[in-house]
């Protein structure tokens, strides 16, 4: 997606409140609770991602 390149480059990314760059991975130990990630996109918009196997 885009926008979602576009964010990654402008640095208006964060998980769990940390900032990430256009490489970045989620892993295991980002899972808040073992199955919950919060992405941020900028200051507005915020993401609870629940994580399923």
């Known amino acids: 997606n ?3 390149r576009r964010a990654l480059k402008e640095n208006s990314v ?3 409140k940390e900032k990430v760059k256009e490489d970045y991975k989620i892993c295991t130990s980002d899972l808040i609770n073992n199955k919950y990630v919060v992405l941020n996109k900028g200051k507005r918009n915020t993401y ?6």
Do not use: D, P, T
Request: charged share 15%.
């Open 2 to 4: 885009g926008e979602a």
């Open 14 to 16: 964060s998980v769990n």
């Open 48 to 53: 609870i991602i629940k994580v399923v196997n």
